[in-house]
């Protein structure tokens, strides 16, 4: 689970700052729906997991390919087949044998006859079909591995848009805290006003920042308004479906790997790359299948059974073939079949020296993002603790009559800058260290071990 947020632990500033909090006034969004669901970031993903419809293409595919395989499989396998069969026969002898024969009659039957056994075929050497079946467990495996690339996919979406909704709660929470400063400080200069101490500019003024502050409040609810109606459509949930988020917006524990090492991981665990390898192998097989349909091939085949006229008795029977092809003229479907596989084998490759070096440019790029946001993280930090000391300074000043609210205006104007600049920076170093865990191809088991809850069904 993501750690504190640092705008949680500013807020105690908040309330030393207002000894007198009111409310805020902020106008309501619409009105609530029927059905609240309240997910962490890992229940997000694993329901997006469940109910995204290119997961459950990508497990048809997954299925699609086992029968390929399993159909390459059959063809190496005996096939063995019962028979019944019964005739009834009456030949014109002469017209059978071309000829007359003295001594026999031109015409035989009619008679009945019939035969039941076990017939079985196999094939005891057949490169061919071999080279395809292994062809179909690599093509099996390309399809596992682009599943899981789709996984992949649909999960960096869900991170990405429930990231973007916490930046966006994160600013409702903080807008909520400028507001009720702000009214305590409109407070404050009316009584210093009524005292004689401050005058009527000075609550304007504040008057006119309290307005401020709350149209940027509103701002903030309609940007979280939106990015949880994404959230829901990324996740497939009912339309209208209120979502209350249960992690909230803090610094993630950042890797320790170097570049070399992201990368030598990547390369083991990309998805992509495991599913264009698979490719490629199979796109070997085929290649050695079309070239091995020019060597011979060997069959047995065999029958056994009983055989027999009607008025008699049957006899056991039995047949056993050994047959043995050899081609001789294939009118180019071999050197076509090489050519194609061949060509295939060529694009695979190309493929995927292109998504190792999209992988390699990803990692370089997430990697420095991420150090780039740290610093700002920690900068923003910084910034907000100052601009909090300010404002407080700011406002010791006005209450001593020592000043106008002038200061203290400014130091609020400071204080909301340091706050989004905080709330911006927490939100680039969360995701990218989402897009460097995509790039390592570990998006999906990094935050779905960040909690086991199960998530809520649709």
């Known amino acids: 689970m993501l750690r504190q947020s640092p705008l949680a632990l ?31 970031l890992a229940q997000a993903i694993r329901t997006a997991l469940e109910q995204n419809p290119r997961v459950h293409q990508s497990l048809l595919a997954i299925a699609e390919s086992g029968d390929d395989r399993r159909f390459a499989a059959a063809a190496l396998m005996p096939t063995v087949a019962a028979e019944a069969l019964g005739q009834r026969n009456k030949y014109n002898l002469e017209a059978q044998m071309g000829m007359s024969v003295p001594g026999f009659p031109q015409e035989v039957g009619p008679y009945n006859w019939s035969r039941m056994g076990l017939e079985a075929q196999v094939s005891l050497f057949d490169l061919s079909l071999w080279k395809k079946w292994r062809a179909s467990q690599h093509g099996e495996a390309s399809a596992q591995a682009q599943g899981r690339a789709v996984r992949e996919e649909v999960a960096a979406i869900v991170v990405g848009q429930y990231l973007r909704a916490l930046r966006a709660a994160a600013s409702v929470q903080a807008g909520e805290s400028r507001v009720e400063l702000a009214e305590a400080l409109a407070k404050l200069a009316e009584n210093q006003q009524k005292q004689g101490v401050g005058t009527k500019l000075d609550t304007l003024r504040s008057q006119v920042q309290l307005q401020t502050e709350r149209q940027r409040l509103i701002q903030a609810q309609t940007q979280r308004a939106t990015a949880l109606a994404g959230l829901g459509r990324a996740l497939s949930l009912e339309p209208g479906t209120r979502i209350e988020l249960s992690d909230s917006l803090a610094a993630p524990t950042l890797p320790v790997a170097g570049f070399q090492e992201s990368f030598t991981a990547s390369l083991a665990q990309r998805p992509e790359l495991a599913a264009l390898e698979a490719r490629e192998k199979a796109a070997v097989n085929m290649r050695e299948a079309a070239q091995a349909l020019r060597l011979p091939t060997l069959v047995a085949s065999g029958f056994y059974g009983s055989a027999g006229l009607e008025s008699h008795p049957s006899t056991h029977t039995y047949q056993v073939t050994l047959g043995l092809r050899v081609p001789l003229f294939t009118g180019g479907l071999v050197s076509a079949q090489v050519s194609r596989a061949k060509s295939e084998q060529s694009r695979v490759q190309e493929a995927r020296r292109e998504v190792r070096s999209q992988v390699g440019y990803e990692i370089q790029v997430a990697q420095a993002e991420l150090d780039a946001a740290a610093h700002e993280v920690d900068v923003a930090n910084l910034a907000v603790t100052l601009s909090t000391e300010a404002l407080s300074q700011a406002r010791h000043r006005f209450e001593a009559g020592v000043s106008n609210n002038i200061e203290v205006i400014n130091a609020q104007d400071e204080l909301a800058k340091a706050n989004d600049n905080q709330i911006s920076a927490l939100y680039r170093l969360n995701q990218s260290r989402a897009d460097l865990a995509r790039a390592t191809g570990q998006l999906e088991g990094m935050y779905l071990l960040q909690g086991n809850q199960p998530a809520p069904a649709n």
């Open 10 to 40: 500013a807020a105690p500033l908040f309330a030393l700052l207002c000894p007198c909090p009111v409310q805020a006034q902020a106008p309501s969004t619409a009105p609530a729906p029927a059905r609240t669901v309240s997910l962490s």
